[in-house]
């Protein structure tokens, strides 16, 4: 868990799809030096996801969209 005063930024999305956020989830660890804060789903169909790290990697974990397969 990361220390109150270290943090530099802080990121939340909110997703209406439990499935759908672990995707995005993914895509968001895998997109910067982030480090998860909280994965859980909120109440029914909703997920919530919130990260921290330097301003930077957070907004580009916020901006990052996952792959779609080709058709």
Avoid: H
Avoid at 15 to 23: F, P
Avoid at 50 to 58: A, E, N, P
């Amino acid at each position: 868990m990361a220390q109150i005063g270290a943090i530099g930024s802080i990121g939340l999305i909110e997703l209406s799809s439990v499935a759908q956020g672990y995707v995005v989830q993914d895509v968001m660890l895998k997109a910067g030096s982030i480090q998860l804060l909280l994965a859980r789903s909120i109440c029914s169909g909703k997920f919530l996801i919130v990260v921290t790290g330097d301003v930077t990697s957070v907004e580009s974990a916020l901006l990052a969209r996952p792959q779609r397969d080709p058709p």
